[in-house]
């Protein structure tokens, strides 16, 4: 029997976002997994957590045991769910995966009951300030074979200010303000532009990033109609999700949910009653590989599709098992892919430089003519430098992007 002799627990952040990477050793020298445990805002606590409380749990335990190890290390502090332990349970789980695929020596794709598609189809970014702008960055997409755009103007949520704007009371604080009206109305006006210039053979997701009222998410779901997005994502704050219901009723758009879910009494009805089109889930987030794979089997049952969380603020680890849960799954809908591209892939005018991690992570997924393809080394194919993610500590300062402000300067989600 092959057992967790150590666990380790590494953070870095060679792009300036704190990534946190576990590796699982094991009683066979030599043989160890890598599992993605990132929760940038909070990476202290998640290395504390795996560190004290799920190493000595896991210590000399099953690695092939991953079901049990889930459930145990699920339920082991009684009280469940949350966005620090679920992270520290998935930076485990990840790992015993890719632990089991180079025991079995095939990728995790195959260990999932294999390929359904050689290749996954993704969506990129494309923000600016003006159409223009917009309409250079979605010809640029084109040439490169995506088909799939998630366009925003101005960030989330409309014309945000840093500091209180003169409609704020006197002594309001500092913080990113947001207009909900001015935001709905310049959207709306966005689209229409766009489709009167690229027409219809783009596939636009639009992100909301639940930063309207529910009523403003209906008016504005509404409105969108017209121009046929692919989906528009998280119209509706987590708390408020019970108003699916009447904006499915009188709304066509396609509707995705999710990278905030923790736990499944979030998102059971939600798919079981069909309420959305499109799972967003950060795989982290829900705990990791084994609790991906049985949401993508639910969703497989209603009709419901795919489309995982993929932002910058993950590890490659977690991208490649984004895509390789793509490449197995009958309910795959499509991949956001935040623009990580291997060494030989050459971006022009690429806002971020990608060669810090790169040279940490090695076997990242290669995005190519609209598609991004998993390598075929054993497990999820990643190889993780401990030396050169030294060179990039991580950055402790305080989180100002969700200090998001109304224009009467009270508080909104972000």
């Known amino acids: 029997m092959v057992t967790i002799k150590d666990i380790e627990v590494y953070s870095c952040a060679p792009e300036g976002i704190n990534l946190t990477v576990v590796k699982v050793l094991t009683s066979v020298d030599g043989l ?11 990476y202290k606590a ?40 679920n992270n520290a349970i998935a930076g485990i789980d990840i790992a015993l995966w890719d632990i089991l695929g180079k025991m079995a020596n095939m990728p995790c794709y195959k260990l999932f009951g294999g390929a359904l598609r050689r290749g996954v189809p993704v969506y990129r ?73 690229v027409g219809f053979d783009i596939e636009f997701v639009h992100d909301v990033h639940e930063r309207i009222a529910p009523s403003e998410a209906i008016e504005l779901c509404k409105a969108l109609e017209p121009y046929k997005l692919f989906f528009i994502e998280d119209p509706l704050p987590l708390d408020q999700t019970e108003y699916f219901k009447q904006l499915r009723s009188v709304c066509t758009t396609p509707l995705a949910q999710g990278e905030l879910f923790n736990n ?32 993508a089997i639910l969703c497989e049952m209603f009709g419901v599709r795919t489309a995982w969380h993929g932002p910058g603020d993950m590890s490659p680890l977690a991208h490649a098992a984004n895509i390789h849960l793509d490449m197995s799954s009958r309910a795959f809908g499509v991949q956001e892919w935040s623009g990580i591209e291997p060494p030989n892939f050459v971006i022009q005018n690429l806002k971020h430089k990608k060669g810090a991690l790169l040279e940490v992570f090695d076997g990242l997924p290669e995005f190519k003519d609209g598609y991004v393809y998993a390598n075929d080394r054993p497990g999820l194919g990643i190889i993780f430098n401990e030396k050169e993610a030294k060179k990039y500590p991580c950055v402790d300062e305080i989180t100002t992007w969700t200090q998001t402000r109304s224009f009467d300067g009270s508080l909104v989600l972000p």
């Open 46 to 85: 998640v290395e504390t957590y795996i560190r004290e409380y799920l190493k000595p749990l896991m210590l000399n335990r099953s690695v092939e045991d991953i079901e049990e190890n889930f459930a145990l290390m699920h339920q082991n502090a009684y009280w469940r769910n949350g966005a620090v332990e």
């Open 125 to 197: 970014h494309v923000d600016g300030n003006s159409v223009d702008e917009i309409c250079d960055q979605i010809a640029y997409y084109k040439e490169l074979g995506v088909r799939h755009l998630r366009v925003q103007s101005g960030g989330y949520g409309g014309g945000l200010t840093l500091n209180a704007p003169a409609t704020a009371p006197r002594g309001a604080l500092s913080g990113i303000y947001l207009n909900s009206r001015e935001y709905i109305k310049k959207t709306v006006d966005l689209f229409d532009r766009l489709r009167d210039r």
């Open 32 to 42: 160890y997994g890598l599992g993605c445990a990132t929760f940038a805002y909070r």
């Open 264 to 295: 499944i009494s979030e998102y059971r009805s939600l798919i079981a009653n069909r309420l959305i089109d499109f799972i967003r889930v950060h795989i982290t987030q829900v705990g990791g590989i084994t609790q991906a794979r049985k949401i």
